[in-house]
């Protein structure tokens, strides 16, 4: 039988996450396979691949901080806010400095309200953006509320009438930052959009725990889901009668861990359930336990 765990890949470019799914569904020997938070085909880096029962932490993973390394264009406007697009504009960048690019970077820093790219798999009225866009239908997206933790410049430089910005961005989930790069661009006067992107951190797990797809061809390392549970959320280590009433998908009185997602262990270290804080009760999320 497959462990249940996750699987913490480095994503290659030109593969979507989808693809990684179906790569790792084939090496775990289930199809019992997700993962936390979609990659765009260009991008590379970590890639959360849940496995068997850890499929149900998905979601709760999805919603940590995220980090990047990217490179802004500026001087050229695509499609997509990526070179995936077509080119649809181009505006001489030479006239912007160092300074100004700073400055550009430090508006996009803290709670911001992004708009996310017309080519995305946001729904609207039930339909992917992306597909609407593809059709050629102007697609309006509403903006939503994003944190961009740091958005730091790592090196600039010059080419003629473009301007390529290396940079480090920690931000929320839902950040796209792809939007960053055009709302840059924008902001600067010469439009912008994205040439690289990798992601070097989800939650706790980052590239040192990432292995290719060529390593887990040769050796599978599933993190077990009770080491990925410890990890990622605070622990909460239970008596044998409590550790009963959780694995039945009941109630404990709330510990004071935050209102995050906790997770509750047996008194033999096994995992029992993902539980929320309410008030006076801590209600199970996802129950582990057989």
Known sequence: ???????IVDKPADWTSHDVVGKMRRLARTRRVGHAGTLDP???????????????LLGHLALTEKQYDATIRLGQTTNTDDAEGEITASAS??????AMVEAGIAALTGPISQVPPQV?????????????????????LKARPVTVHAFE?????????????DASVTCSSGTYIR???????????????????????VGPYDLGMARTIDQLAENLEILPIGDAVAAAFPRRDVS????????????????????????????????????EEQG????PLAVFAS
Do not use: Q, W
Not at 42 to 56: D, H
Not at 179 to 201: K, M, P, Q, S, V
Not at 280 to 283: F, G, I, N, S, V
């Open 120 to 140: 995305s798999a946001i729904k609207v009225n039930g339909e992917r953006a992306y597909k609407m866009a593809r059709k050629g239908e102007e697609v309006e």
């Open 93 to 98: 960048a030479g006239h912007v400095t160092d």
């Open 280 to 283: 006076r009760a801590a209600k």
């Open 42 to 56: 260009m991008a590379t880096g970590v890639l959360v691949v849940g496995v068997e029962k850890a499929t149900r």
């Open 1 to 7: 039988m497959t462990t249940s765990g996750l699987v």
């Open 179 to 201: 939007a960053l790069a055009r709302d840059l661009g924008a902001a600067l006067g010469c439009g912008g959009h994205l040439t690289f992107l990798r992601r070097t951190r």
């Open 240 to 275: 044998a009668d409590d550790a009963r009433t959780v694995a039945h998908g009941g109630r404990l009185p709330a510990a004071g861990l935050g209102p995050g997602p906790v997770g509750v262990f047996a008194p033999d270290g096994t995992l029992l359930a993902l539980v």
């Open 153 to 165: 410049v790592t090196g600039i430089r010059r080419d003629g009438d473009l301007v390529d910005v």
